[in-house]
């Protein structure tokens, strides 16, 4: 059955730096996700894209956050000058089109600034 | 704006027990109703949805759940626990009248005991 993959499984960065979380979706899925949750706390959405910009997104994903789709099967989340709050475990997901249509999580990529 | 609330973020059954994981919405229209398990380590899994075409959802692994619309709940079940269904459920909703993004609850943590 086809899966949505996330790389590396875990990422350590010094606070201020910059780091680039990567997501290959289900290839026919045209929706695709950023969700966080931080340990002990509830699953936050942050993000969805679709037709190559974004559709929806929380008022987590300020200025520090960016995505973006650079080939045909890679969906990237990027944070600018990381903090301590980022440390988190990142979810990408992708559904098709339909709400309905239930969203396929990855493993996640726990991210820890130290 | 449409939330859910999971009623009690630790349950434990004893092996051949029923479980149940009890979840409420709120949302000023239909939702689309999500139950998702997380086993230790991993992404999130579908375990089933609702989608307006059934009250009464069947899903994977010999779970269900049933939309109630006057008590706006979706409270998971399974009929008898086996050991291997020890993990965190997430109840998530979709509002009728917003974008994909799902809101989910706080996750129920089921333990199960021989």
């Known amino acids: 059955e086809p899966e949505v993959t996330q790389t590396p499984s875990h990422q350590v960065t010094q606070m201020g730096q910059e780091v680039i979380l990567r997501c290959v979706p289900i290839s026919n899925h045209l929706y695709f996700y950023w969700y966080r949750q931080i340990l002990g706390q509830k699953v936050e959405f942050l993000v969805s894209?679709?037709?190559?910009?974004?559709?929806?997104k929380s008022e987590i994903f300020d200025d520090q956050f960016s995505v973006e789709r650079p080939d045909g099967s890679n969906f990237t989340l990027k944070i600018r000058s990381t903090k301590l709050e980022d440390s988190a475990m990142y979810f990408c997901?992708?559904?098709?089109?339909?709400?309905?249509?239930?969203?396929?999580f990855g493993d996640g990529t726990r991210l820890s600034i130290l | 704006a449409q939330s859910v609330t999971q009623l009690g973020s630790h349950v434990s059954v004893s092996e051949g027990a029923l479980v149940l994981l009890r979840c409420n919405y709120s949302?000023?229209?239909?939702?689309?109703l999500f139950w998702y398990v997380q086993y230790p380590n991993q992404g999130l899994q579908l375990l089933l949805k609702y989608t307006s075409a059934a009250t009464l959802v069947k899903g994977i692994n010999g779970f269900e759940a049933e939309f109630k619309k006057s008590e706006t709940s979706f409270h998971l079940t399974k009929p008898s626990a086996h050991m291997s269904d020890a993990a965190e459920y997430f109840c998530a909703v979709i509002s009728g009248n917003s974008g994909y993004a799902l809101n989910f609850g706080k996750g129920t943590s089921l333990l199960v005991t021989p």
């Open positions: 997901a992708s559904s098709g089109t339909g709400k309905n249509q239930p969203q396929h």
């Open positions: 949302s000023s229209v239909p939702p689309y």
């Open positions: 894209f679709y037709n190559n910009e974004i559709s929806e």
